[in-house]
């Protein structure tokens, strides 16, 4: 054991050789971080000693080429100093060129953007004058649209006023009287309609009331046309039907169709025609001339104001037929065998019956769009146009019907007409 008195409190404390060590270790760890310490503070005082040294070498240098330099520069400024003056007025020179260049261009500018404003504004100015003539021609357009609108509207105004007042006058007409006597008054209407046109229209045309009741029934009127040889051109049998509104039972026009249809045949009428007032508000009988054929053939339903015009349609259809009828009764009254002839005839007589039907047809379109508003007397014209080239078409086929045709392919027929011919040479 080694004892050691402590310096501070005098004390003496016995310490083994580890414990020892271990303080020698302490004081000479202290002493050599002391010794580093002192080293270290030495070594940044000759450090900032030889930086402040190296400043002021540095310091010196710089200050002495900068003299230098100084001194160079000032001899420059002193050899170049006119030829400086000389670049400089130069200079000045090309700047007071440019300027004026400069100056020069901004008034070019200035009177192509002038000229441009001048054009563009004349421009603007046609522009406008067009635009006023534009919306002048406009509105004179508009103007003469309107007047003529309303002067369509005023006819259609009035056309529909007509008709109404027409409407109102028939029923009140028909209020006025029995079923019976609406029904007489019909027939005398269309019979005086009638005898309106026989002088001028109807010389050689036969109407008259059907008497004849031998069939078990007979119709109202017939009316028939021949040419001056006794050909017969047409025949119509006409039957007349009203009722007053306030009649219990409403008949149809239907229930009249088989009836008329009977009396056709027993009077060997080519047509029939049912003059009707019936069913007022059916637009199907409404349109002008129906064609119901689907049911009956050769049979068509109108109203009153319609009863000249089908006359008239049948007639005119009817006249171009005239060559093959006469014919054809030149041939049954010379007795002539006809094997195979009923049936051209019949294929003429349909091929004729369908141009016929697309003219009727036509025709009850041409009728309803007059009925309508005048906005479509163009399509009346298209329709009418096309009616009377059907009926061209049809006249066309009956003056191709000849006899040389008709007896093409039938000896039979060939030899009477050769034995006639040799005959009246």
């Known amino acids: 054991m080694n004892e050691i008195i402590c310096p501070n409190c005098k004390k003496a ?3 083994d050789e580890a414990g020892f060590a271990d303080i ?5 760890d202290h002493q050599f971080e002391e010794e580093l310490n002192n080293r270290l503070a030495l070594a940044e005082k000759e450090k900032q000693s030889a930086v402040q040294l190296a400043e002021a070498k540095t310091k010196n240098s710089f200050q002495e080429a900068l003299a230098k330099k100084d001194r ?8 170049n100093a006119t030829d400086l003056a000389e670049k400089l007025a130069k200079k000045e020179t090309e700047i007071a060129t440019m300027k004026s260049q400069i100056q020069q261009a901004k008034i070019q500018k200035m009177l192509d953007v002038s000229e441009a404003i001048k054009q563009i504004e004349k421009e603007r100015d046609n522009l406008a004058n067009d635009l006023k003539i534009k919306e002048t021609q406009t509105q004179l357009l508009e103007k003469s649209i309107k007047e003529q609108f309303t002067n369509k509207l005023i006819v259609k105004d009035e056309t529909i006023k007509m008709k109404d007042d027409e409407i109102a006058r028939l029923k009140d007409f028909k209020q006025k009287l029995s079923t019976k006597m609406v029904g007489e008054t019909l027939e005398q209407h269309c019979e005086t309609e009638f005898n309106k046109l026989r002088a001028t229209a109807f010389q050689h045309s036969y109407f008259e009331k059907d008497n004849d009741s031998r069939g078990g029934s007979k119709g109202d009127f017939i009316y028939k046309e021949t040419d001056p040889a006794g050909n017969e051109i047409i025949s119509i049998m006409f039957e007349m039907k009203n ?52 049911k009956y053939n050769k049979m068509y339903v109108v109203r009153p104001q319609f009863f000249i015009p089908i006359i008239t349609l049948l007639r005119n259809a009817a006249m171009n037929s005239m060559e093959y009828k006469a014919e054809l009764n030149l041939m049954k009254n010379q007795n002539i065998d006809i094997t195979n002839f009923e049936d051209k005839i019949n294929t003429f007589k349909e091929g004729f019956a369908r141009n016929y039907d697309l003219a009727s047809r036509k025709f009850k379109t041409a009728i309803d769009e007059i009925d309508k508003t005048i906005t479509h007397l163009q399509k009346t014209k298209d ?3 096309s009616s009377e080239n059907n009926l061209r078409l049809a006249n066309n086929k009956a003056d191709d019907l000849t006899i040389k045709k008709l007896t093409y392919g039938n000896p039979t027929m060939k030899e009477k007409f050769d034995r006639l011919t040799d005959e009246t040479v």
């Not at 020698?24 to 000479?28: A, D, I």
């Not at 160079?72 to 050899?79: D, I, P, V």
């Open 243 to 294: 009722e007053n509104d306030e009649t219990a039972t409403k008949k149809k026009n239907e229930d009249f169709f088989a009836k008329l249809d009977k009396d056709r045949n027993d009077k060997k009428c080519e047509y029939a025609v049912l003059v009707s007032l019936l069913e007022a508000e059916n637009e199907f009988y409404n349109t002008g001339i129906v064609d119901v054929s689907h």
């Open 383 to 385: 329709a009418l146009l």
């Open 13 to 15: 404390f016995k310490v």
């Open 24 to 28: 020698l270790k302490q004081v000479r």
């Open 72 to 79: 160079e520069l000032s001899l420059l400024k002193a050899n």
